[in-house]
T-cell receptor
């Protein structure tokens, strides 16, 4: 069975600085998808970034980028120029290739605080 | 476009009582999902629908949980009878299609407290 581990329950960053959130996963499959979701206090899960395992190039979305290390089964999220609105819970998630959109396995999350 | 609507926002009940949650997905979205998010954990998929049919309910505790999507639009999730360990946020999400790369849209969830 696939598992997703986030080893940092809480992280803190100064506004305008850079922070990296860690995620490791375990799977025996070669094709899959990885995601980072943001959950603010409103509780709505918002997709931040996604990565296809067959792509070697790391995904980027504006201030958000990932470091995908397939052999190490590591998928970290880097947030550059942190803003107050980035404060939230961040969840790493795995989905097997060919699975339905919502069949995600989530980690336990990392709470990110942004200091002004 | 309007987002995924869920109600109620909060619910407090005593153990052994019953409770129901409602979800209205984005218009035209064929696929609907219910998740349970216990405090301190990520969401766990309970059930997924394609139109009004169940695609996967393997993680739904069927002795007490039930869900339906009769007309292929809105959906209800019911717990009867509730236990203390059912205290959680129940999230609903929808997507345009089951497969491919259509984005997943989440609602704001219902926070259930069982006392």
């Amino acid at each position: 069975a696939q598992t997703v581990t986030q080893s940092q329950p809480e992280m803190s960053v100064q506004e305008a600085e850079t922070v990296t959130l860690s995620c490791t996963y375990d799977t025996s499959e070669s094709d899959y998808y990885l995601f980072w979701y943001k959950q603010p206090p409103s509780r709505q899960m918002i997709l931040v970034i996604r990565q296809e395992a067959y792509k070697q190039q790391n995904a980027t979305e504006n201030r958000f980028s990932v470091n995908f290390q397939k052999a190490a089964k590591s998928f970290s999220l880097k947030i550059s120029d942190s803003q107050l609105g980035d404060a939230a819970m961040y969840f790493c998630a795995y989905r097997r290739y060919g699975g339905s959109q919502g069949n995600l396995i989530f980690g336990k999350g990392t709470k990110l605080s942004v200091k002004p | 476009e309007a987002g995924v609507a869920q109600s109620p926002r909060y619910k407090i009940i005593e153990k052994r009582q019953s409770v129901a949650f409602w979800c209205n997905p984005i218009s035209g979205h064929a696929t609907l999902y219910w998740y349970q998010q216990i405090l301190g954990q990520g969401p766990k998929l309970l059930i997924q629908f394609q139109n009004n049919g169940v695609v996967d309910d393997s993680q739904l505790p069927k002795d007490r949980f039930s869900a339906e999507r009769l007309k292929g639009v809105d959906s209800t999730l019911k717990i009867q009878p509730a236990k203390l360990e059912d205290s959680a946020v129940y999230l609903c999400a929808s997507s345009l299609v089951l497969l491919a790369n259509s984005p997943l849209h989440f609602g704001n969830g219902t926070r259930l407290t069982v006392t």
